[in-house]
């Protein structure tokens, strides 16, 4: 295996552990406030410190990975599982009505960055994390689509596809036995990418505070909140921002790496 | 004083070697042909003598040309002799223009590189070169771009491009092999006649032997890297003196239709009377084209157009034509993939349409052209040969049933539980027929089906397609663009041009007394070999 | 090429009106009644109907829609109710700051991603190549947010050489300048690595393309070869990121203003959020709405001016 599939393995399994890891046991109370204990440097008791308020600085990193990686993995879900259908429907009729269709929707949401359709929601429907996750799904759909219509449609031209039609297989079950299988690698790099751009987005609303809410644990607030006092105790506005950068680096790295291992070019004939 | 000469050439990529040991001369205004089967390591020949080998690929020995030693000459310099003293065309002509400049600056691009010219007058050469290989201005401005045009005029630009500056050597790596068999006469015929009237030395690399036969005062035949035989072309048609050249040529030979015509009036489950299998009556399609301005009306391209015939149960019936004249079109609605405008079509009198009873779909199956696109590669073997069961269900001895299919086209049922990525061409060619026999059909459409396969494979996979004919009781319906192919396989042959079917009948009569001009076009195109030399059969041509 | 632009216009026009339409419903529709929303719970009967009045909120949705984008046409985006000015001033005042932000950005990270990307390709799987895309598979997973964060605890105080934030006006344009290079970096970084990997892996996919075989023979060296004609061809997948980027850089700065308190169209919505004034929030959001697609549009207006197979289609 090449070394960054096994880094960006590493570094991914290391934000999934704490997160499922603060689910039963974190080193402290993420919400418990100790105003007396505040903005402490890093030591032996409090790994990373604590917060203006107090707060184990490690514990709300544990928790705000669940936070983070559960928006972003439940807006690939969003994506992937309204965009690839789509995808698919639009390449085994390339030209028709849906094909259309599809592209005027795209363009329609690509207009929505996920930012904008957050500060819609949280305009009319007051801010909440499921806004975010739900900005962010929306956005990744077209993503999704785009993908799977453009590997679908360069196997609908070979020959095997007619293959399949001569023997009497309808375009849904050619899409679902011959289509899927092959451009499961295109797809599961994209969700990866997806999966990063997530995290960077959920960091990014909740810093703005169009994201998740007090007091569910997220590193964008908490970089929010430590802009204040970033002179005073740079640790605290430091160890949040590590905290996205290893997890998104990891995923990006996975992305990289699975796109070169699943790659059919650097297989030769295999695929 | 030769022009160019290689000794000892040796090319290697990583550790594997890919040629080894090859020389060979030409003499200044010289044609050779350099012919092998994929894989024999006559590109990577020619890329050395270029100095364009791909990366992580190492050139040895020695390649004098013209006094430069090219294999150690610095890469400016070699810059300097490319596209000047030395051209090089290539097989793909659809992708060897680059799509985004027109095809004046390209042509202009050779001679500007060489800073032999200014743009302006740069372009007024092109023109005259673009003249001289056909392209006249009339049709083809230098505005043009590279989509705008055919593969036959992209290749004709191709080489107007290497002989811009008139080179001494013009080197052309299977340039014909990605054209249909009207346009690469006509592309022969240029490179040819350029080759005599310029002066200029030609390395025609090829993979079929009869390209060479009117084309090359020598052929040079390679085997797996190494020169096997390097002859003056009529000795070698002659009298090859090695085994694989003479297996080869024999492979090239125009076979009589003997065998076929023996076997229609016999093999099990045909009654006395012929009965028609396949009907096809009046059949229309058109298509639409893009609007060419934004208001216009959409054109419509007649593809097929009035076609009617017949095809006999257990009779091998050619469809002949070249690119575009609406075979391809024709056999998808056989197929029952795409519907006709106007027409019928039964199939043992049962009409085909999309939505055909499991029975009828099943009496019909296809091989396709590319074994590489033909399977899907998460599948195993056993997987894709019995999926034209799909429409019927599966029998309850299907796995026997895919056993028998692969032993019947020559394979061992294990290969069954392999992938296909572990086959080669021709191996994957005869899957493609076990699949087509697996729900014992009536006919079997052949679509191009050994035209991407190398001369001696290609021979391998008609014998089998005659002996199953026979075994098996099936109808053939053989679609080409190559004459030569159809001949050997069926007994009766359609000529298809614009749509239309224009001539109709055996196939002996049509390749030797073509009456259509469209049909004498396809026949005149096939390269010949001059029947004299012809070498006598002896018993040790391998079969 | 009359027909292209005829159908990617008649495009633009089909998505502006339904974003209009999403972005009219969002705000108009979603929250029930806008007037009591905004007001909140304890407001006057009679402050809400006085607002529910100048809002036309008696008025049939469809003679709301219609007014709403009659009135935009003419540049007339209604008044704030919390600044009690018209919004079209506005927004104009922070389009001041946020667009030449957005514009350096974009400047920025393409002068330092095209040099990059080049010199990837060129150099490709040798040590100047690893190092290039290291850095730049660092600078994809940081987030601008806190990388301004740290440029500040850098910049401005630690060295002390730019402002930490706030910003002068445009009338002293060399303090207005300075007050906007870090923003700038910030955002440009991370945008600048996505540009340099995509340049590369479009100029590597072009290089092994069989025209610059063609080219080699015609005796181009490698370096004409990659500036004659892999140049042009990669180019095409880079106006399809460079065009999203743009998209990104709107919502990027946006988020890039908090960090450095800039009075912007970002802090301009973020606090009619806050205060619920929505028809500030309408015509922000319907101006960046406006901008990412006129962004799409040119990049694909672009395109078929690099490349001549789309001229003739649609």
Sequence with gaps: ?271 | MNLLSVEGLRVTIGAQPVVENVSFTLAPGEIIGLVGESGSGKSMTALAIMGLLPEGARADGVVDFDGHQMLTLSEGALCALRGDAVGMIFQEPMTALNPLMTIGDQVAETLIVHGRMHRAQALRVARDRLDRVGLTADRFALSLYPHELSGGQRQRVAIAMAIALRPRLLIADEPTTALDVTTQAGVLDLLRDLARTEDMALILITHDLTVTANMADRVVVMKDGIVVEDRPTRALFCAPAQGYTRALLHAALPRPPGPATARTCDGPGRTATPAPLLSVQNASRAYHLPRPRLFALRPRIAAVQDVSFTLNAGEALGLVGPSGCGKSTLSRAILGLDPLDTGTITLAGVPIAPGIPPATRAAMQIVFQDPYSSFDPRQDVETLITEPFHSGGKPADWRDRAAAALQDVGLSPDDGRRFIHEFSGGQRQRIAIARALITRPRLIVLDEAVSALDVRVRVQVLNLLAALQASHGLAYLFISHDLSVVRSLTTRCLVMDAGRIVEDGPTPDILDHPRHPASQRLVAAVPQIPAHWFPAPTQEMPR | MARYLLIRSFALMLSLLAASVVVFVAIEVVPGDPASYMLGMNAAPDTVAALRDQLGLDQPLMWRYLHWIGGMLHGDFGTSYTYKVPVAGLIADRLALTLPLAGLALGLSTALAVPLGLIAAAQRGKALDTVVMGVAQLGISVPNFWFAMLLVLLFALHWQVLPAGGFPGWSDPVAGLRALILPAVALALPQAAILARVLRAALIETLAQDYIRTARAKGLNRRQTLTRHALRNALIPVLTILGMQCAFLIAGAIIIENVFYLPGLGRLIFQAITQRDLIVVESGVMLLVIAVIAVSFVTDLTYALVDPRLRGSA
């Design chain 1, 1 to 271: 295996m090449r070394p960054a599939l096994i880094l960006g393995l590493c570094l991914t399994g290391t934000a999934l552990a704490a997160g499922l890891l603060s689910l039963i046991w974190t080193p402290w109370d993420p919400t418990a406030l100790a105003v007396t204990q505040k903005l402490r440097p890093p030591s032996a008791a409090h790994w990373f410190g604590t917060d203006q308020l107090g707060r184990d600085i490690a514990s709300m990193l544990m928790a705000g990975a669940r936070t983070s990686l559960l928006v972003a993995l439940v807006a690939v879900g969003i994506g992937a599982g309204v965009g690839v259908p789509l995808g698919l429907a639009a390449a085994a009729r390339r030209g028709g009505a849906l094909d259309g269709g599809l592209a005027r929707l795209n363009d329609l949401i690509f207009a929505f960055p996920a930012l904008v359709t957050a500060i819609l929601l949280t305009a009319s429907l007051g801010p909440s994390a499921t806004n975010a996750v739900l900005a962010i799904g929306l956005f990744n759909i077209p993503v999704f689509a785009r993908v799977a219509r453009a590997g679908a449609l360069s196997l609908w031209t070979l020959d095997y596809i007619r293959a399949a039609r001569v023997a009497g297989k309808g375009r849904a079950r050619i899409s679902v036995e011959h289509i899927v299988p092959n451009i499961a690698s295109l797809l599961i790099v994209q969700a990866t990418i997806q999966f990063s751009l997530g995290i960077l987005a959920e960091a990014g609303l909740s810093y703005v505070g169009l994201g998740a809410q007090p007091p569910t644990p997220s590193w964008g607030r908490m970089l929010a909140e430590a802009q204040t006092f970033v002179t005073l105790a740079p640790h605290v506005a430091l160890f949040p921002g590590l905290a996205i950068v290893i997890t998104v680096l990891g995923l990006n790295l996975l992305g990289d790496g699975l796109r070169d291992a699943l790659d059919p070019r650097l297989r030769g004939r295999l695929t």
